[in-house]
């Protein structure tokens, strides 16, 4: 490690003295011409080398690596393999996200993107977009950034990371009341039936509705199977089913004809991915004077609707696919729990008194 000269030869056979110098750098060999000998002496090569050391632990990184890609460059490696390898279910929300960075961003190289771009980015999407979906775009370009660094294509830190994620104000989970559930299928669409009664009775995603094949449907045993390829959680689950739900289902098997697909859009074709419910959803909400529901918080309401029949946390915790049971415990009523705990406290002496008594009678 250290400056040294090498000889350039021209076409003539005479040669010329240049300074280099080279050093090493997370494993690797960083080796760069600072200019001729003469015209640049040892001392200045040595500040160059010196001046570089300092850019290195700064994070900046281009002037020294000229390979570091655009951002549009490396997002296209990115979209293959959260597509390709990580298999990501989602992996065209991505690509859609993507889209609205690249606007801002294309020409940058990773190297050059500092927090303040990423502040600036949030500035100019905010006009247009709510918080949660630019953030939504932002955490795609960390984890591109983070791909970019595992892959060595990119050594300077996070960008994102260091700016940080807007707050978000979330909105309060919606429940469906069993009226609502009424009017909402009355006004829905033959179609747009089967997929709200599934969502109401097994808890499941709307992509894994979408998504669902005959094959994962087993009459003989009444079980759903989520393959781990579909599921958010990247874990297969059975969900029983129960006999609301396998009469819709066996309505679906004659309808089909002979599809491998449990659920078919209005033309009588699979649904993809990409696709979207919110249209004929919406319509039927307003047709069935219902506000503020998603189709998410059917999934909610199923949750709550088993927990509050007396259903085991823990079993519908499985049956949601849930990686963690803290996510579902918001769905019991902790307060009632909580309330009646001290309620044991305030009763605490004649309850013991009484429990004495009881044992006493047992005993004689």
Known sequence: MGVFKRYHESKDGSKTPYWYFRLWYNGREIKRSVGEAG??????????????????RLGEYDIIDARIPTISEFAEEYKRYVRDVKKKRSWWRDDYSLRHILGFFRDKKLSELAPKD????????????????????????????????RWRRFFGSNPVSESGLLEVHNQKERILTPDEEQRLLSCSPSYLKPIITTALNT?????????????????ENNLITVGFLVS?????????????????????????????????SSNGN???????????????????????????????????????SGANIVAVSTILGHADLKTTMRYAHLDDSLREAVEKLGN??????????????EEV
Do not use: C
């Open 270 to 308: 699979p649904y993809k991915r990409h696709d979207s419910l919110k249209q004929a959803f919406g319509k039927a909400l307003r047709d069935a004077d219902i506000e503020g529901l998603r189709f998410h918080d059917l999934r909610h309401t199923a949750a709550t609707r088993m927990v509050e």
């Open 118 to 149: 990423i502040d600036d980015y949030k500035l100019s999407r905010l006009s247009k977009a709510k918080p949660a979906t630019v953030n939504r775009e932002l955490e795609v370009l960390r984890h591109l950034y983070n791909l970019a660094k």
């Open 203 to 219: 808890g499941m995603r709307k992509s894994e509705i979408l998504t669902l094949t005959w094959d994962a449907v087993d009459f």
């Open 232 to 264: 958010k959680s990247k874990r297969t689950r059975k969900i029983p089913i129960n006999a609301t739900l396998k009469t819709v289902l066996l309505e679906q098997k004659l309808k089909g004809g002979g599809s491998e697909y449990v659920i078919l």
């Open 348 to 361: 605490f002496g004649s309850n013991r008194t009484e429990n004495r008594t009881s044992e006493k009678t």
């Open 39 to 56: 015209i640049v002496t040892k001392t200045q090569a040595k500040r160059v080398m010196e001046e570089t050391k300092r850019r290195l």
